[in-house]
């Protein structure tokens, strides 16, 4: 859950429209039937009157159960209030004062190095100056970077880097452990045996890993046992043709978002599209290409926006793991192609998938349009394949398809798109494509 930007923000929760109420959800999970009715059943239960009634015989859920939310940039007195309201955490942090900022607030400052968003190298000096209100986290990772590692790799890393070794164990175990209060991975007496055995405490590479003293992982591979699942899916298709993509160009300027490698800000820019063209198009000389977002929910049209610093010269690329909504995100050179990579998205009610004229593949997500229910190592293997596909298009960013899932996240500033167009993280608001 994620809380407005400001405290003193108004409810804006009641004219919002509800795609799926928790209603909805609470009979999924405890019905197996409710998991295939058609919509028009889903939008029964889903009616403003009937949850604002459900609602009033409800428990609240305090600031204080929420744990962690994305705060991304909030300084002094802002980030103070969310510290009295119950919020403790934060893992959005992308510099040192920031961070500083937060701990001083009495937060603790999660360093996050994920596939797309990496903060390591700017707030790492945390773990030596700060050590008791520094934890570590991986976030957002790929499957074939989670076939790698996660927490493991920070630690290696900043071992590598010269931290002390018990501040680091101390940030990676301890804190969570108590913040949370888990009940686990202190070795207490009388505690379950979850350990992990070292080849040495320099190069920090896991030779076995235990589970309440059954031995789970042994020399980077798993001995759980895959188990068949039948996959749960609430997918709309919804077809769209280049027509829906169609921007009239008036002759005016507009706002463009600016994508930065290895964050999840943006920045807000303006773009003035070549005046002898009936219609606005992907730029790549300047690097200003055309993103749509799809409501995947009801039938609805694309929203449409530009954004720079993906740097395609070809082809497209789309995904249906765009947070925090999970809309499918596309981006691209031609109309065409574009279309074509959100409607294979579409026809498998869910992945990720690449376009380069002809040419199509995709990633099948049939979980929930998020997940595969297919071996993880198989998964992680396509996903690599996909991410070189991608790269192979002309952009350097260091993680394409993550950095694209985070262009729907309104909460991260500066100019993000929704399925109701863009939405201004400074002012909170939609905003219009033209300036």
């Not at 004219?15 to 058609?38: A, C, E, H």
């Not at 769209?240 to 463009?256: A, R, Y």
């Not at 994508?259 to 002898?276: Q, W």
Request: aromatic share 8%; net charge negative.
């Amino acid at each position: 859950l994620y809380l407005p930007i400001k405290l003193d923000s108004p409810d804006m929760s009641m004219d919002s429209p509800i795609f799926y109420g928790g209603i909805n959800v609470y009979l999924q999970q405890k019905m197996g039937l409710f998991r295939k009715t058609p919509r028009w059943v889903d939008s029964v239960f889903d009616n403003q009157s009937l949850l604002s009634k459900v609602s009033k015989k409800a428990g609240m859920t305090s600031s204080k159960e929420l744990g962690e939310t994305t705060i991304s940039m909030l300084k002094g007195e802002d980030a103070a209030k969310y510290v009295g309201a119950g919020i403790s955490t934060d893992h959005e942090c992308f510099t040192i004062e920031e961070a500083i900022d937060k701990i001083n607030s009495g937060m603790y400052v999660q360093i996050r190095e994920g596939s797309a968003a990496k903060n390591y190298e700017s707030l790492s000096s945390l773990i030596d100056s700060h050590t008791d209100f520094v934890m570590l986290c991986s976030d957002d990772k790929h499957p074939n970077d989670l076939e790698k590692g996660h927490i493991n790799q920070i630690i290696k890393r900043a071992l590598s880097d010269g931290y002390d070794f018990m501040n680091i164990l101390q940030a990676c175990i301890l804190n969570p452990v108590n913040h949370y209060k888990l009940g686990v991975g202190l070795l207490q007496s009388g505690d379950a045996a979850d350990v992990v055995v070292l080849d040495n405490l320099k190069d920090f590479n896991i030779l076995k890993t235990y589970v309440n003293g059954k031995l789970v992982a042994e020399n980077g591979k798993t001995l759980i046992e895959s188990v068949e699942v039948e996959p749960i899916n609430k997918f709309l298709v919804n077809t769209i043709t280049p027509e829906d993509l169609k921007i009239p160009n008036n002759g005016n300027d507009i706002h463009v978002m600016q994508a930065m490698d290895g964050e999840l800000i943006t920045n807000k820019i303006e773009y003035t599209p070549p005046l002898d063209k009936p219609f606005i198009d992907s730029d790549t000389s300047a690097d200003v290409l055309k993103i749509m977002v799809l409501n995947r929910y009801q039938k609805s049209k694309p929203a449409i926006g530009f954004i720079q610093g993906f740097g395609f010269k070809r082809g497209a690329i789309a995904s249906s793991v765009a947070h925090d909504s999970h809309n499918i995100v596309a981006i691209g050179i031609t109309d065409e192609e574009i279309v074509k990579a959100v409607n294979l998205v579409n026809e498998s009610e869910g992945g990720v998938s690449w376009v380069d004229g002809d040419k199509h593949e995709i990633l099948e997500l049939p979980v929930a349009g998020i997940m595969s229910h297919k071996d993880g190592f198989e998964v992680a293997q396509k996903y690599e394949h996909l991410d070189q596909l991608a790269k192979s298009l002309g952009t350097q960013l260091n993680a394409p398809y993550m950095t694209l899932s985070f262009m729907a996240l309104l909460v991260i500033p500066e100019l993000k798109l929704s399925d109701k167009g863009l939405f201004d993280g400074s002012t909170f608001s939609l905003t219009k494509l033209e300036v």
